[in-house]
């Protein structure tokens, strides 16, 4: 049975709701994530949570973030 992990995301250039819908949409498509909740902070650095039932590679949650036009600038795992 699968644990599931915590990986917080430091996000930037998110502004609307219409941004924390792209960055969950593309990070719902990244392998393991299981659930995505962004505390938005426009014009600042938003907050990403990011729930896992498997490893999931810094590279393609900053390749999913990039893909909805946004930029990592921090991850942080509770492993």
């Known amino acids: 049975m699968a644990i599931d992990r915590t990986v ?10 219409h941004c ?18 962004v505390i938005l902070n ?3 650095t938003s907050k990403v ?15 999913a973030v990039s893909e909805a036009g946004y930029d990592l600038v921090g991850v942080a795992r509770d492993f």
């Open 8 to 17: 917080e995301l430091s996000v930037t250039g998110m502004t609307c709701s």
């Open 20 to 37: 924390v819908a792209s960055v969950t949409e593309e990070l719902k498509e990244v392998p393991g994530v299981q659930n995505v909740d």
């Open 42 to 44: 426009s014009g600042g």
């Open 49 to 63: 949570t990011v729930v896992t039932d498997q490893g999931v590679n810094d590279d393609d949650l900053r390749a």
